[in-house]
């Protein structure tokens, strides 16, 4: 097995401006360690993304709690993300794994005991555990509390609506609903979205706005405004994510580590941050 190059992504630079409250949480991040290979069905692996870089990052931003998404690179294998969070332990980090239909209820409960609190459903390409098997993860995952971490293109969320509304678990709407390109935040298909949450099981995500917006950073005005009006309707419903290390954008894209998590003080309120940032995540996770 050919190694993976270490990290060359900047991990340091000014502190952002928001200072995060004690026991803010990174709920969407991914880590590609040593020893693990990209499998068949999945992109590449380019570089490395350690502990030990996320660290760094994590230091800088002040934040103090993690959750390690499975990539999509790994496919079904989840050995990079256990060993994960076996170096970051229980009492500050989860996981979000990919779990197949058929898994063995020893194997999640094992995965539980670990950390992981989730399950992956994505819908793009790349994705290991589609919306058509949700259905069927959602009957595995359900008993342990877990919920799913769903993912599409905002723009076709009429493929998807039905299959949301019949899950009777948690569930998180991913990326700002992803929306390729950003709709207005007047959208028939964000007005679906707040009645979605208006259910109570279902969450949704401000993470990555850089992958889908077409004016950048730092504000983002037109995933903004999408983020601002879910914010505004529904706050104790609301995650973020920091989405590092970046892989689905050239490096000439990679953004600013401190402005992902500033894109927050236009999204929020101070007190509403804090929900998003500490509250939210901790009655999600179990922090």
């Known amino acids: 097995m050919t190694a993976i190059p270490a990290n060359t992504r900047p991990l340091d630079g000014p502190p952002p401006r928001l200072a995060a409250p004690p026991g803010a949480t990174d709920c969407h991040m991914h880590l590609y360690l040593p020893g693990f290979a990209a499998q068949?069905?999945?992109?590449?692996?380019?570089?490395?993304?350690?502990?030990?870089?996320?660290?760094?990052?994590?230091?800088?931003?002040?934040?103090?709690?993690?959750?390690?998404?499975?990539?999509?690179?790994?496919?079904?294998?989840?050995?990079?993300?256990?060993?994960?969070?076996?170096?970051?332990?229980?009492?500050?980090?989860?996981?979000?794994?990919?779990?197949?239909?058929?898994?063995?209820?020893?194997?999640?409960?094992?995965?539980?005991?670990?950390?992981?609190?989730g399950a992956r459903i994505m819908n793009l390409p790349g994705g290991a555990v589609t919306h058509a098997d949700m259905p069927a993860v959602e009957r595995l995952v359900r008993p342990l509390g877990w919920h799913l971490m769903v993912q599409f293109n905002g723009q076709h969320l009429d493929d998807y609506l039905d299959g949301l509304q019949r899950l009777e678990g948690d569930y998180i709407i991913d990326h700002i609903g992803k929306f390729m390109p950003p709709v207005p935040a007047n959208d028939r298909r964000v007005d679906a979205i707040l009645r979605l949450l208006d259910r109570g099981n279902a969450w949704f995500k401000l993470c990555g706005g850089y992958e889908?917006?077409?004016?950048?950073?730092?504000?983002?005005?037109?995933?903004?405004?999408?983020?601002?009006?879910?914010?505004?309707?529904?706050?104790?419903?609301?995650?973020?994510?920091?989405?590092?290390?970046?892989?689905?954008?050239?490096?000439?894209?990679?953004?600013?580590?401190?402005?992902?998590?500033?894109?927050?003080?236009?999204?929020?309120?101070?007190?509403?941050?804090?929900?998003?940032?500490?509250?939210?995540?901790?009655?999600?996770?179990?922090?």
């Open 212 to 287: 889908t917006s077409t004016i950048g950073g730092p504000r983002y005005e037109d995933v903004g405004a999408i983020a601002w009006r879910v914010v505004a309707h529904a706050p104790e419903r609301v995650i973020w994510g920091s989405n590092w290390p970046h892989v689905g954008v050239p490096r000439e894209r990679y953004p600013d580590d401190a402005e992902q998590l500033d894109v927050l003080l236009g999204w929020a309120g101070p007190e509403t941050r804090r929900r998003i940032l500490v509250d939210n995540p901790a009655a999600l996770y179990g922090f």
């Open 40 to 117: 068949p069905g999945g992109p590449g692996i380019v570089e490395l993304a350690t502990v030990e870089d996320y660290r760094r990052v994590q230091a800088r931003l002040g934040l103090e709690r993690v959750v390690v998404t499975q990539s999509n690179a790994y496919q079904l294998d989840n050995g990079a993300l256990l060993e994960a969070l076996g170096q970051l332990g229980t009492e500050t980090a989860r996981g979000v794994a990919a779990v197949a239909p058929g898994t063995a209820e020893t194997t999640l409960r094992d995965w539980h005991a670990k950390g992981v609190r």
